[in-house]
């Protein structure tokens, strides 16, 4: 191992967990115990704070220093680090602004080689939605392919994997944004063969190589590829908002409805409150208003009066008995 990328490793090593034996270390490194010293010793005249540790196996710790030392990253690091610095923006926490000068400032220091492959990567964030949890992950490299056919404005072939339907499916689209929320990725795009504007989820998506020919791109509906997700993701074609919204009398005080309210409204009316939720569908909303477990009362709309009598036909049925909605 040619000594730059061992010291690089090294420093990998030191940083994973808090003690490291010598012994560990070369054998990890497949090198003698002195050549462990001298990169030891390297490492300190570049300024990380290494401290010998004490014990029968005797070794080394990485501890924080007075300065900051130079920082050295890996292909992969790099990543991790443009997507942990965007994703930022979105946190809820003032310091988008910090995130992006951090950004530009990492960049600077970086080789020709990793600087483009930071560049290539390019996407928006949407903010954290409750009650949605990532369940697969996406490669770095596959990220790097699919924002580069974006920022190269190229039309892109993949095999696109749905769960229950066979053999993946080769799917032929323009790429327009790459969209992450929940520590989920989705590429939205132009579906060249269905016609129409589709959103894919990344960790199913296989790019194929070469990239296609060069294409204009279409306005994404509504201007914004965040809020056009956003919207899909509530059930609405149109703007990011639930396509069914209603309100309930609630006979249970506003403090112990607030917590469970998600992106709902409530109002304090004393004893009990009124409630206002969104959802996909009516049913789908009466529903959601059942879970507080509590007498209510429907202030409107008249279709959520009829979900709810839809609904208590299906519990009735469900149960065995019979309910004849008023």
Known sequence: MASTSRLLTLLSLLQTRRDWPGALLAERLDISHRTVRRDVDTLREM???IRATMGPDGGYRLDAGNELPPLLFDDDQVVALAVALKAATVSGVAIEEAALRALTTVRQVMPSRLRHRLDALEFEALAAAPGRAASASVTPNALIALSAAVRGREVLRFDYV?????DPALRRVEPHHLITSNALWYLVAWDLEKN????????RIRPR???GPRFTPRQVPGGDARGFVAARFKGSVRADEWPCRGTVLLDLPARDVVPFAGD??????????SLELGSWSW???AASFARFDAPMRVVGPPELASAFAQLAGRYASASGGEVRPS
């Open 47 to 49: 300024g990380y704070s």
């Open 162 to 166: 749905r769960i229950g339907e066979g």
């Open 196 to 203: 129409g504007w589709r959103i894919f989820r990344a960790d």
């Open 209 to 211: 190589t070469p990239t």
């Open 264 to 273: 709902g409204v409530v109002e304090d009316l004393g004893e009990r409150c």
């Open 283 to 285: 049913v789908g909303l």
